[in-house]
């Protein structure tokens, strides 16, 4: 019954290294969102995507490039891992007919950069 | 900009006992959504309630209720009747634009058998 999937629960990965974190829905939902979750500073937003190949910057997004392909995946790049982006990303998804943009969220990707 | 602030970290209950965790935001808007998320350990974020602006009846959801105080701009969820389940991270957000949830810091909730 998983609706949001993400690729990797655990990654480590060395400073200077690409990395990809992949989040896949099965909703059909126009929404993609990724979001980065530190403690004592909740959820914030790195980037979304209202459609493919459609993206906007959130209110984090130094450091990091999306991708949209297709309508169902949406990637999370980082193109130089560096120790301060050390934290747990969290995909989400949402219709926005839906009005109250129910935010569908993946278990979660804790990476950790050495 | 728009915020939402949890000034609680964390907190702690009885099993079987009533909780409030608060919750306040800051919007010049005037219809809006505000929603409760509950984040288990190890587990994946679920929604637990949300409130339109629009409407004066405060919502609820079983054991789960909030207080909306729209000109206060307050937000808070009450948990009557503590479960050992309901020991979590709680997340506040509020609605920004067609698509953006902003969230509060979160609140860790723990129960006490």
């Known amino acids: 019954d998983v609706k949001v999937t993400q690729s990797s629960r655990y990654l480590v990965k060395r400073t200077g290294e690409k990395v990809f974190l992949e989040c896949v829905q099965d909703m059909d939902h126009e929404n993609m969102f990724w979001y980065r979750q530190d403690p004592g500073l909740g959820l914030r937003l790195i980037y979304f995507s209202y459609d493919v190949k459609m993206k906007e910057k959130g209110d984090i997004p130094e450091g990091y490039s999306v991708s949209r392909e297709k309508k169902e995946r949406f990637s999370l790049i980082l193109e130089s891992a560096s120790t301060n982006q050390t934290s747990m990303y969290l995909c989400?998804?949402?219709?926005?007919?839906?009005?109250?943009?129910?935010?569908?969220f993946g278990a979660g990707s804790r990476l950790t950069v050495l | 900009a728009q915020t939402v602030t949890q000034s609680q970290p964390e907190m702690s209950v009885q099993e079987a006992e009533t909780v409030t965790l608060s919750c306040t935001y800051d919007t010049s808007e005037s219809d809006y959504y505000l929603f409760w998320y509950k984040q288990p350990p190890s587990r994946q974020m679920i929604l637990v309630i949300r409130q339109e602006a629009y409407k004066q009846q405060n919502a609820t959801e079983n054991r789960f209720s909030v207080n909306f105080q729209k000109a206060a701009k307050s937000f808070s969820l009450k948990i009557s009747d503590s479960q050992l389940g309901d020991a979590a991270m709680y997340f506040c957000?509020?609605?920004?634009?067609?698509?953006?949830?902003?969230f509060g810091q979160g609140t860790r909730l723990t129960i006490n058998p």
């Open positions: 989400a998804s949402s219709f926005t007919a839906s009005g109250a943009n129910v935010l569908t």
């Open positions: 957000a509020y609605k920004l634009g067609a698509q953006k949830l902003v």
